[in-house]
């Protein structure tokens, strides 16, 4: 799988080109897991988070946002740790 780069500056250089699966997480490459993340979509994340019983399962993003998909495990509502 690759995923494609679609040629608009990202947060980080190295972000700035296409990925592989291993590059992804060798590099934390938030704009594949915000890819992935919504092609999979909110309801089955929800869903994962319970079966998990992952940290406080919450996905709904930044108050008044509605960036759940994008944004909740990025210094957002969800957390994994007390």
Do not use: C
Not at 23 to 50: A, D, P, R
Request: aromatic residues 14%; glycine residues 6%.
């Amino acid at each position: 799988t690759i995923f494609k780069w679609d040629k608009t500056p990202k947060g980080m250089e190295i972000w700035n080109s296409n990925h592989t699966p291993k590059t992804w997480m060798q590099f934390s490459v938030v704009w594949v897991s915000q890819e992935i993340t919504q092609k999979i979509g909110l309801n089955k994340i929800k869903n994962y988070l319970k079966d998990f019983d992952y940290g406080n399962q919450d996905f709904s993003g930044d108050k008044e946002r509605n960036n759940g998909l994008t944004e909740a495990w990025l210094e957002s509502s969800l957390k994994i740790s007390p």
